[in-house]
């Protein structure tokens, strides 16, 4: 009996040993992949206050658009809701939501303040978490700024759930174009970045090209040919004012900005030889960085504006280089089959994006600064101008389909690409477009 | 001395023998019954169906330059953790502002079939598809090829996409097999449990592969390779994750890190994932582990 016991204890304290161990053997798993998957989002329409119903909902349906053409979200169909009055509940009932396979959630109101303003609230909630992500209350606000505000909720959903800067309160600014090809009407035209507020800023009168932003958001450079000669305008969307910024011999191409707004870089041909100059807007002073019988064209300065890209021709074909600011160390970063033209140097600073001409196709690509890295995007008859927004994770583009022997067709159309090459979207726009460029985010 | 209790001994063997009839008949029965009968059909699978919202676009012009308003936090509001389950009632701390049980106004919201949208059809629609079994969309085939399946669950590399054409030598082919089988886990390096209790690697990588369909990696992130979110998971016997703590959340002040954090957690609490397929009998083994999200190479 007493042997039985003792044996019994034996076991039991060697059970105990072998479990220690066990336990000290931590299990690890290295979780290395993952899904390309848009994240389920319920967003359901903001609460009103009877008056203002319907602009609580399209606030939220604006909000929820942007979302979704980001592609890293999928707002779920409303008539999945199982809690109908969920926009009203704080905190919200997070089992009702993870019912229907959402795992974050939108909710919000709009108010309307004695003075006929809106203050607009929300609250992004994690479904699996349970908790609050963040929130802000915007205004009190005119009313008419109700886009702008959904806009900048989208941002903010955007970059509490990704770590990154949104770009939904942006505008476009791009060449509206229409006619046939051999009369073509080209008008400057702005738009928000979802196509709404469009307007044109130039009566198409003279032909314009390559409208650029400024940093500092009122102001584009474009080219004009007003008079028949090639001159940089300045325009301020605001006062609708044109100015002249320089009268330069010769050709000049895509004028753009330095990131602190202070200068422009553009090409200048010069008895015949094209190269790079920039021009001090407050002193008019033009600087010549590039000195070299070669095509230099296309300048872009990198965001912190210690670099320029541009592409050349003097190592017998047209290729992409960088160079300092003041013209040293010209370093060629593009070595694959074919042509590299118009560089545009990611806000991010880690790529460059590019049009690719090679085997009779156009492709939009990106590299990083250092050349390594290639990645084609999109590829068609015609793509050209890559304009980034300011968070650099999206690309917008022209696409321009061939005419037939008749000279109809070769409609032209602008489009959005994300980095991961997946999400490609079609920006819609009144006529013809190409030439975009996108602004930084809106103050 | 034929005759047992007044009952002749063959009696007794007739009866002895009807009885063994009478069980082997219900047997012959019972079996037939059951397995004569056509397989029952699969029990249908409920799904989700999830429609894409369509675009807005209002076509009302002049903006003024945005006045935007600066933002002000909205206070956080706690929410009550589900875990510990509070024994007294206590009530949700009260939302600062937005009084939540304001009567409104009976919103005129039946299921509308989104019928207020003056704005143009939504553009060429070539975005990426959801997940979910879908409805016959009224949209066209998206004219792209939409995330290929291939490469849905491959290294988030691959996951970029690049129309380029990749030379047969270039290494890209090869990392999902190699990482699967190279990075075994640490548990089986260490032979401390006795042999048969330890998790084999295809255990593990059953959990992986559950783990994968649930985990959106943050790709196109900047410095994405540098994310790398660990955490301690405590489980419950029935597989479900009871808790999940990060180790290195020293790193989210980095609001990228951050990101990839939460997206690591919202994998670990999804309810699609969970039970884990854990090998119940091994529990000792599993019942806390710990796990990095190691989206390698994104870039």
Request: net charge neutral.
């Given at each position: 009996?007493?042997?039985?016991?003792?044996?019994?204890?034996?076991?039991a304290?060697?059970?105990?040993?072998?479990?220690a161990?066990?336990?000290?053997?931590?299990?690890?798993?290295?979780?290395?992949r993952?899904?390309?998957?848009?994240?389920p989002i319920?967003?359901?329409?903001?609460?009103?206050?009877?008056?203002?119903?319907?602009?609580?909902?399209?606030?939220?349906?604006?909000m929820?658009?942007?979302?979704?053409?980001?592609?890293?979200?999928?707002?779920?169909?409303?008539?999945?809701?199982?809690?109908?009055?969920?926009?009203?509940?704080?905190?919200?009932?997070?089992?009702?939501?993870?019912?229907?396979?959402?795992?974050?959630?939108?909710?919000?109101?709009?108010?309307?303040?004695?003075?006929?303003?809106?203050?607009?609230?929300?609250?992004?909630?994690?479904?699996?978490?349970?908790?609050?992500?963040?929130?802000?209350?915007?205004?009190?606000?005119?009313q008419?700024?109700?886009r702008?505000?959904?806009?900048?909720?989208?941002?903010a959903?955007?970059?509490?759930?990704?770590?990154?800067?949104?770009?939904?309160?942006t505008?476009?600014?791009?060449?509206?174009?229409?006619?046939?090809?051999?009369?073509?009407?080209?008008?400057l035209?702005?738009?928000?970045?979802?196509?709404?507020?469009?307007?044109?800023?130039?009566d198409?009168?003279?032909?314009?090209?390559?409208?650029?932003?400024?940093?500092?958001?009122?102001?584009?450079?474009?080219?004009?040919?007003?008079?028949?000669?090639?001159?940089?305008y300045?325009?301020?969307?605001?006062?609708?004012?044109q100015?002249v910024?320089?009268d330069f011999?010769?050709?000049?191409f895509?004028?753009?900005?330095?990131?602190?707004?202070?200068?422009?870089?553009m090409?200048?041909?010069?008895?015949?030889?094209?190269?790079?100059y920039?021009?001090?807007?407050?002193?008019?002073?033009?600087?010549?960085?590039?000195d070299?019988?070669?095509?230099?064209?296309?300048?872009?300065?990198s965001?912190?504006?210690?670099?320029?890209?541009?592409?050349?021709?003097?190592?017998?074909?047209?290729q992409?280089?960088?160079?300092?600011?003041?013209?040293?160390?010209v370093?060629?970063?593009?070595f694959?089959?074919?042509?590299?033209?118009t560089?545009?140097?990611?806000?991010?600073?880690?790529?460059i994006?590019f049009?690719?001409?090679?085997?009779?196709q156009f492709?939009?690509?990106?590299?990083?600064?250092?050349g390594?890295g290639?990645?084609?995007?999109?590829q068609?008859?015609l793509?050209?101008?890559?304009?980034?927004?300011?968070?650099?994770?999206?690309?917008m583009y022209?696409?321009?389909?061939?005419?037939?022997?008749?000279?109809?067709g070769?409609?032209?159309?602008?489009?959005?690409?994300?980095?991961?090459?997946?999400?490609?979207?079609?920006?819609?726009?009144p006529?013809?477009?190409?030439?975009?460029?996108?602004?930084?985010?809106?103050p | 001395?034929?005759?047992?209790?007044?009952?002749?001994?063959?009696?007794?063997?007739?009866?002895?023998?009807?009885?063994?009839?009478?069980?082997?008949?219900?047997?012959?029965?019972?079996?037939?019954?059951?397995?004569?009968?056509?397989?029952p059909?699969e029990?249908p699978?409920?799904?989700?169906?999830?429609?894409v919202?369509?675009?807005?676009?209002a076509?009302?012009?002049?903006r003024t330059?945005?006045?935007?308003?600066?933002?002000?936090?909205v206070?956080?509001?706690?929410?009550?953790?589900p875990?510990p389950?509070?024994?007294?009632?206590?009530?949700?701390?009260?939302?600062?502002?937005?009084?939540?049980?304001?009567?409104?106004?009976?919103?005129?919201?039946?299921?509308?079939?989104?019928?207020?949208?003056?704005?143009?059809?939504?553009?060429?629609?070539?975005?990426?598809?959801?997940?979910?079994?879908?409805p016959?969309?009224?949209?066209?085939?998206?004219?792209?090829?939409?995330?290929?399946?291939?490469?849905?669950?491959?290294?988030?590399?691959?996951?970029?996409?690049?129309?380029?054409?990749?030379s047969?030598?270039?290494?890209?082919?090869e990392?999902?097999q190699?990482?699967?089988?190279?990075?075994?886990?640490?548990?089986?390096s260490?032979?401390?449990?006795?042999?048969g209790?330890?998790?084999?690697?295809?255990?593990?990588?059953?959990?992986?592969?559950?783990?994968?369909?649930?985990?959106?990696?943050?790709?196109?992130?900047?410095?994405?390779?540098?994310?790398?979110?660990e955490?301690?998971?405590?489980?419950n016997?029935?597989?479900?994750?009871?808790?999940?703590?990060?180790?290195?959340?020293?790193?989210?002040?980095?609001?990228?890190?951050?990101?990839?954090?939460?997206?690591?957690?919202?994998?670990?609490?999804?309810?699609?994932?969970?039970?884990?397929?854990?090998?119940?009998?091994?529990?000792?083994?599993?019942?806390?582990?710990?796990i990095?999200?190691?989206?390698?190479?994104v870039?």
């Amino acid at each position: 009996m007493s042997r039985f016991s003792v044996l019994r204890a034996f076991a039991a304290s060697a059970a105990l040993l072998l479990s220690a161990a066990v336990a000290h053997a931590e299990l690890h798993l290295d979780l290395t992949r993952g899904k390309i998957e848009p994240l389920p989002i319920a967003i359901p329409d903001f609460a009103g206050d009877g008056n203002n119903a319907q602009m609580a909902r399209d606030i939220t349906q604006v909000m929820s658009a942007d979302l979704e053409r980001s592609g890293l979200f999928v707002p779920i169909d409303q008539r999945a809701y199982v809690d109908k009055e969920g926009a009203t509940r704080t905190p919200p009932r997070f089992g009702d939501w993870r019912v229907i396979n959402a795992q974050a959630l939108v909710t919000g109101l709009v108010e309307t303040k004695g003075d006929g303003t809106i203050r607009v609230e929300f609250r992004l909630w994690d479904v699996l978490a349970e908790q609050q992500l963040t929130g802000f209350g915007y205004g009190p606000a005119p009313q008419n700024l109700w886009r702008a505000i959904a806009h900048k909720i989208a941002d903010a959903v955007y970059k509490r759930i990704t770590g990154e800067d949104g770009y939904f309160d942006t505008r476009i600014v791009y060449i509206s174009e229409t006619g046939p090809a051999d009369r073509r009407v080209k008008r400057l035209a702005i738009m928000d970045q979802d196509g709404a507020n469009h307007r044109f800023l130039t009566d198409g009168r003279a032909l314009v090209l390559t409208p650029r932003f400024s940093p500092t958001l009122q102001e584009i450079t474009y080219l004009s040919y007003a008079r028949g000669v090639p001159r940089v305008y300045l325009f301020n969307i605001e006062t609708g004012q044109q100015e002249v910024l320089g009268d330069f011999p010769g050709m000049t191409f895509a004028p753009r900005f330095s990131p602190d707004g202070k200068k422009v870089v553009m090409s200048l041909a010069i008895d015949g030889n094209s190269d790079i100059y920039t021009l001090d807007l407050r002193t008019r002073q033009l600087t010549r960085i590039t000195d070299n019988p070669a095509i230099d064209t296309s300048p872009c300065y990198s965001p912190d504006g210690r670099q320029i890209a541009f592409n050349s021709d003097r190592g017998g074909s047209q290729q992409l280089y960088t160079m300092n600011a003041d013209g040293s160390d010209v370093k060629r970063i593009s070595f694959g089959s074919g042509r590299y033209g118009t560089p545009a140097w990611s806000p991010r600073g880690d790529l460059i994006a590019f049009t690719k001409i090679d085997g009779g196709q156009f492709y939009i690509g990106v590299m990083r600064a250092d050349g390594s890295g290639e990645r084609l995007l999109t590829q068609a008859f015609l793509v050209e101008a890559p304009t980034w927004a300011p968070n650099g994770r999206v690309l917008m583009y022209f696409r321009q389909a061939p005419t037939d022997a008749k000279g109809k067709g070769g409609s032209s159309r602008l489009y959005t690409i994300d980095l991961t090459g997946y999400n490609e979207r079609e920006v819609i726009t009144p006529q013809d477009a190409s030439d975009p460029a996108w602004s930084p985010l809106l103050p | 001395m034929t005759e047992i209790g007044g009952m002749p001994r063959r009696v007794f063997a007739y009866s002895a023998v009807f009885h063994l009839a009478v069980v082997l008949t219900l047997y012959g029965l019972i079996h037939w019954h059951l397995f004569s009968r056509p397989i029952p059909e699969e029990t249908p699978i409920v799904v989700q169906l999830i429609n894409v919202a369509p675009e807005t676009r209002a076509t009302q012009v002049t903006r003024t330059p945005p006045k935007p308003d600066k933002p002000e936090d909205v206070a956080q509001v706690e929410t009550p953790k589900p875990k510990p389950e509070p024994p007294k009632p206590e009530p949700p701390p009260p939302s600062p502002k937005p009084e939540p049980p304001k009567p409104e106004p009976p919103k005129p919201e039946p299921p509308k079939p989104e019928a207020p949208k003056p704005p143009p059809p939504p553009p060429q629609e070539a975005k990426a598809e959801t997940p979910k079994p879908e409805p016959p969309k009224p949209t066209p085939p998206p004219a792209k090829p939409a995330p290929p399946k291939k490469n849905d669950d491959v290294l988030s590399d691959q996951m970029l996409r690049n129309l380029a054409k990749r030379s047969p030598t270039h290494p890209t082919d090869e990392p999902p097999q190699k990482i699967a089988a190279a990075q075994p886990s640490k548990s089986s390096s260490q032979p401390v449990a006795p042999l048969g209790s330890q998790l084999t690697t295809s255990e593990t990588d059953l959990i992986k592969q559950q783990l994968y369909a649930c985990w959106n990696i943050p790709l196109g992130a900047r410095d994405a390779k540098n994310l790398t979110p660990e955490f301690r998971v405590f489980m419950n016997s029935d597989g479900t994750v009871r808790d999940a703590q990060q180790l290195n959340s020293e790193r989210n002040s980095d609001p990228f890190f951050q990101a990839a954090a939460e997206s690591a957690m919202r994998a670990l609490r999804n309810p699609r994932c969970q039970p884990l397929k854990f090998p119940p009998q091994k529990y000792e083994q599993w019942q806390t582990f710990t796990i990095t999200f190691d989206p390698k190479d994104v870039s």
